[in-house]
């Protein structure tokens, strides 16, 4: 069973950093794009970060300059890097794949994970 299985989250200091990771697990072909969105309580959620299977990425005017996304694909795995954490980053941040299958592609989702930021 495809799965995408999160790590990294947890509570930081405002000015801190924190390293989010995303691995694809069970049998695939490949990954297209790969990304990080994030949900804060009472708001709809939004993307973060994304990166292509070209290596292409695109970032949200908030997080750019702070935040870089790369991947792995040797390890089927999406990275987040945060610095210079803020409040308003607080947030459950979710991973997105866009994975080939066998006949087909499919996206799927993580279980996501809690950033907090806060002193």
């Known amino acids: 069973q495809v799965q995408l299985v999160e790590s990294g989250g947890g509570l930081v200091q405002p000015g801190g950093s924190l390293r989010l990771s995303c691995a694809v697990s069970?049998?695939?072909?490949?990954?297209?794009?790969m990304g990080w969105y994030r949900q804060a309580p009472g708001k709809q959620r939004e993307l973060v970060a994304s990166?292509?299977?070209?290596?292409?990425?695109n970032y949200a005017d908030s997080a750019k300059g702070r935040f870089t996304i790369s991947r792995d694909d040797a390890r089927n795995t999406v990275y987040l890097q945060m610095n210079s954490l803020k409040p308003e980053d607080t947030a459950i941040y979710y991973c997105n794949a866009d994975l080939r299958l066998s006949l087909r592609t499919r996206i799927y989702w993580g279980q996501g994970t809690q950033v907090t930021v806060s002193s």
């Open positions: 990166i292509g299977s070209g290596g292409d990425k």
């Open positions: 069970g049998s695939i072909l490949g990954i297209n794009s």
